[in-house]
């Protein structure tokens, strides 16, 4: 599979489904700048592994003049952009009964403020050849959270995740106002929403849930790379506004 360009930014590269991203994209020609908050060393490893450069910048993504900062050190040290793939993200528990304001904020700041301005700093270096912009959104985007009445009720207030759902719900909608107006500069923006994904995220994901995933498993970092390289492909030149589930079937729409 041939990718639209040579050139990526992988925001949280240091986690599971970012660094599978990464090698993903270096195994597809392409030179990648991390950006996250911590160091990212198995991910600079593939890419290197895979004969392609790589770089890391270090940046708080609810930090917007950090993030800027980052975007801009890695356009210049890439010599250009053509892929951007917003993997950084942070998960969050709290029903929205009990949650208070700067759990919110914090969470929004980071899952969607920090898209945004990634998003938005990536336009200047890609207006002029085009590019592919892919956010990973997720499934508690789509489903309003997990209906969990088989959970005993003493767990139910710490495993809402309000805040985690709407933010994911924002990426997806930002997604869908960036293609549009991003369009005419031939740049396409898309987001991959996964399930429940083997990650630090889910590393305490409950066996009754698991045995609800029609897939029978939980999916792999790797799973998702491959729909993200699927989206940055030459082939993929069409397709603009679309929120492709990785799910193993937990929720269709
Ligand atoms: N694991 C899942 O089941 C799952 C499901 C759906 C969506 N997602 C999404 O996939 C993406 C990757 O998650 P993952 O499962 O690999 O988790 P992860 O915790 O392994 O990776 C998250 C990465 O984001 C980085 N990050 C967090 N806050 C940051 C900040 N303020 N500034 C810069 N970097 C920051 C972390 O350092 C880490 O490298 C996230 O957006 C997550 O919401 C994950």
């Known amino acids: 599979m ?22 993903r994209l270096a195994a597809g020609s392409c030179d ?29 993504l609810a930090d917007a003049g950090e ?4 975007i801009e050190q890695a356009v210049r040290a890439l010599g250009g952009l ?11 528990f709290g029903s929205a009964a009990e949650l208070e304001a700067p759990e919110w904020d914090r969470v929004m700041s980071i899952n969607l403020r920090g898209v945004f301005i990634c998003c938005q700093a990536a336009l200047g270096p890609m207006k002029q050849h085009g590019g592919r912009i892919i956010n990973i959104g997720s499934v508690l985007g789509k ?23 709407v933010s994911k719900a ?3 909608m930002l997604t869908l106002y960036l293609a549009r107006e991003f369009a005419r500069f031939g740049i396409t923006v898309n987001a991959v929403a996964p399930g429940p994904i083997i990650s630090g995220m889910t590393r305490t994901f409950p066996e009754n849930l698991r045995a609800l995933i029609p897939a029978g498993r939980m999916g ?24 492709l589930d990785v799910n193993g079937g937990i929720w269709s729409d």
């Open 82 to 92: 053509a892929i951007l793939v917003n993997a950084a993200g942070v998960t969050s």
């Open 143 to 165: 489903n309003g959270g997990n209906a969990r009445p088989w959970l005993d009720p003493s767990e139910q207030e710490s495993s809402g995740n309000v805040a985690y759902g």
């Open 170 to 172: 924002g990426v997806h």
């Open 220 to 243: 792999r970092p790797e799973e998702v790379a491959d729909a993200v390289a699927f989206l940055a492909a030459a082939g993929s030149s069409y397709i603009t506004g679309e929120i």
């Open 67 to 70: 993030t800027r900062h980052a």
């Open 32 to 60: 990648v700048a991390l950006i996250d908050r911590t160091p990212a060393p198995a991910a600079v490893a593939a890419i290197q592994s895979a004969g392609r450069r790589a770089f890391e910048f270090s940046a708080d």
């Open 2 to 23: 041939t990718l639209a360009g040579t050139t990526a930014i992988v925001s949280g590269g240091s986690g599971a489904i970012g660094g599978a991203i990464a090698a």
